[in-house]
């Protein structure tokens, strides 16, 4: 079967012109199910998923296809040194096979590191699904890549990602019980956004403390990018704490929400990088800690829920230390969605998932510490905190 296995490898990796001396037979993890024909018309030449996966370093790759539902799909499982790669799974109309291998090769990644820092007991792993959900997006595609995912026997766990909802995952289910972010009523834990926006505001309180001495967030100014599930939820803790807040968006309908719910003042979308404020809070998309805004952030701390809001994880977190800003790592403070899901795999618990969100607070600000006593990023150091933890239990395994 393995033998099987490696001579799909070498087969399909000739088609993607890998050079021959790259493919380590012995070391061969990937499981490629692939559409050939696919693979020939629309891999780039210089396309290397094995010298990727070494380089980001990860430890499978699974490629699905199906042509009765049309399901294109890959599985990027990074490490499973803490527990089963648990990731979302999104869907996405990629312009090419290459860009979503680039985006669950870097999302499988971030995955390994939020679980690790976060202190559970998983690993990480991320799925794409390719093509438009809006309209390619059916029952008998999702139950095919459910088949997909219980295959992996467990080593995968699906969840919710852009592109699909909780009623999706109720398809997945279907055919797999690796599924978490399940409504409430089939046994889930349902929407993840409180407590991932109690976190957020717990590291944004210790990098307060960590700026100001205390964790006070009153008179605070604080402009909230984005007025979603995260932003509002966490615009709620903020205004209750008599901080002064900001909002943007760029749909009328989220902001009238908003405002009817709570005393904010709303701001132009594009003018809020200009503002006069204590604490930037993105929430919305990644990548706003950019050339451009770095030039025109003026703010202390930058503390939000989005996910990658450094668009160059190296030149930007550098940028920021030395700009003198307080960073809270996205990936740190924004794991309340995982712990949240986490409680799912051992008896969903809201009050256990809120309380281990509230220890985003002592490891921002030990990350905080790391970050000044050793000039190096804050997401340099929280990537530190959490590849310690994996290299740590990895010798344990090893020992057992
Ligand atoms: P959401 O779609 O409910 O909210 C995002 C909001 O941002 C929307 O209202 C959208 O209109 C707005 N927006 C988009 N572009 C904008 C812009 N340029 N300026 C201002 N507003 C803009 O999403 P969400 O679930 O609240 O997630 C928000 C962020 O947090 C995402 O980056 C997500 O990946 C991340 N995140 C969410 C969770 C969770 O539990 N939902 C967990 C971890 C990370």
């Known amino acids: 079967m393995l033998a099987q296995k490696q001579k799909m490898c070498m087969f399909a990796l000739a088609f993607y012109r890998l050079p021959p001396q790259k493919y380590e037979k012995k070391k061969c993890s990937i499981n490629l199910i692939i559409n050939m024909k696919t693979a020939v018309k629309s891999a780039p030449a210089e396309l290397n998923v094995l010298n990727d996966m070494k380089t980001m370093g990860h430890e499978q790759i699974v490629f699905c296809q199906d042509e ?31 860009d979503a291998l680039e985006d669950v090769l870097r999302l499988s990644r971030g995955m390994t590191f939020k679980s690790a820092i976060a202190g559970l007991n998983l690993g990480g792993g991320k799925a794409v699904i390719i093509g438009d959900s809006r309209k390619q997006k059916n029952e008998a595609l999702l139950r095919r890549f459910g088949k997909f995912v219980d295959s992996l026997g467990g080593k995968y766990i699906t969840a919710e990602d852009v592109g699909m909802s909780t009623r999706d995952m109720e398809f997945i289910h279907m055919e797999t019980d690796h599924v978490t972010g399940l409504p409430e009523y089939l046994g889930g834990s349902g929407d993840p956004s409180p407590v991932t926006a109690y976190g957020v505001y717990m590291g944004m309180k210790a990098s307060v403390k960590y700026v100001y001495g205390n964790d006070s967030l009153s008179g605070k100014k604080i402009a909230v990018q984005g007025t979603g599930h995260v932003g509002q939820y966490l615009i709620g803790h903020l205004v209750n704490e008599g901080a002064k807040v900001f909002v943007s968006d760029i749909f009328e309908d989220r902001l009238k929400e908003c405002t009817s719910k709570y005393k904010v003042e709303v701001v132009d979308a594009e003018a809020i990088y200009d503002m006069d404020m204590d604490i930037y809070a993105p929430c919305a998309l990644g990548g706003t800690l950019n050339d451009d805004t770095l030039n025109r952030l003026k703010c202390a701390i930058v503390a939000g829920g989005a996910n990658n809001q450094l668009k160059n994880e190296s030149v930007h977190g550098k940028r920021v230390l030395e700009k003198g800003m307080v960073y809270a790592p996205d990936f740190l403070i924004n794991s309340g969605g995982i712990i949240n899901v986490y409680g799912e795999i051992a008896g969903y618990d809201k009050q256990a998932a809120m309380k281990k969100a509230e220890f985003i607070y002592e490891v921002t600000q030990e990350v905080l510490k790391i970050s000044a006593e050793q000039q190096i990023s804050s997401q340099v150091a929280a990537m530190q905190v959490a590849q310690r933890r994996i290299d740590a239990i990895a010798r344990i395994n090893q020992t057992l």
Do not use: F
Request: no cysteine; hydrophobic share 45%; aromatic share 6%.
């Open 68 to 98: 009765a539902t049309g399901l294109k799909a890959i599985i990027g499982i990074h490490n499973t040194v803490l527990g089963p790669a648990l990731g979302g799974t999104r869907m996405w109309h990629y312009a090419s096979d290459a």
